[in-house]
């Protein structure tokens, strides 16, 4: 009796190509989840993103963060061109790739809704509560100046920020950081999402 090619390679690498497969973003990259449960791989799928987006932006903040990156490598080509001493070249090279890189990563903050927890990126940190440790999720009024911008430690709380807004605030249950504060386009609705993912 003669197997059928497809059976064959089930019963022989654990996964068929040929059935029905969905396709799950995990960060820049693209993975193919199987029927049987395991990635291209072979290993088990644990994590799939449910829900992401990025974070909203002021129109002010995008002006502050590229007009000081623009000043900066306006200075560099000044100096080259000015014939300035290497060590002066060096710090201003060195200043605008700094300030290139940080500019990079803030305008990369996102926030995910995965099956087992919610996680919030700004590259190259990124900080994620599994659903078993959410105590208590609510929205905050306006973040206050003095915040800053980016990755802000306040003690024993964590927030990503992107502009000055209502945000999401997730309190753990334990943990060196507590309360995670998130400032996603819409907060009422991220929670919602989280909600109907925790069940």
């Known amino acids: 009796?003669?197997?059928?090619?497809?059976?064959?390679?089930?019963?022989?690498?654990?996964?068929?190509p040929m059935m029905s497969m969905k396709n799950t973003v995990v960060?820049?990259?693209?993975?193919?989840?199987?029927?049987?449960?395991?990635?291209?791989?072979?290993?088990?799928?644990?994590?799939?993103?449910?829900?992401?987006e990025k974070a909203p932006y002021s129109n002010t903040i995008k002006?502050?963060?590229?007009?000081?990156?623009?000043?900066?490598?306006i200075l560099y080509f000044i100096g080259t061109f000015a014939k300035a001493p290497e060590q002066a070249e060096f710090v201003l090279l060195l200043a605008v790739s700094v300030s290139a890189l940080v500019m990079?990563?803030?305008?990369?903050?996102?926030f995910r809704i995965t099956n087992d927890g919610v996680e919030a990126v700004m590259p190259p940190f990124k900080y994620?509560?599994?659903?078993?440790?959410?105590?208590?999720m609510k929205t905050i009024e306006d973040i206050p100046w003095y915040a800053g911008w980016g990755l802000r430690l306040w003690g024993r709380r964590l927030a990503f920020i992107s502009m000055r807004k209502s945000a999401v605030l997730?309190?753990?249950?334990?943990?060196?950081?507590?309360?995670?504060?998130l400032t996603t386009q819409n907060p009422e609705e991220f929670i919602k999402r989280l909600e109907e993912e925790m069940g």
Do not use: H, Q
Request: proline letters at 1%; one cysteine or more.
């Open 104 to 110: 990079w990563s803030f305008f990369s903050i996102k």
């Open 1 to 16: 009796m003669t197997m059928n090619v497809i059976e064959i390679i089930r019963k022989t690498m654990g996964w068929c």
């Open 128 to 136: 994620r509560i599994p659903f078993s440790e959410i105590k208590e």
């Open 170 to 181: 997730i309190e753990k249950k334990k943990g060196f950081f507590r309360k995670l504060i």
């Open 63 to 73: 002006l502050v963060m590229v007009s000081g990156l623009f000043i900066l490598a």
């Open 27 to 52: 960060d820049s990259g693209m993975e193919y989840v199987y029927a049987s449960g395991t990635k291209g791989g072979g290993t088990i799928a644990s994590k799939t993103t449910i829900y992401e």
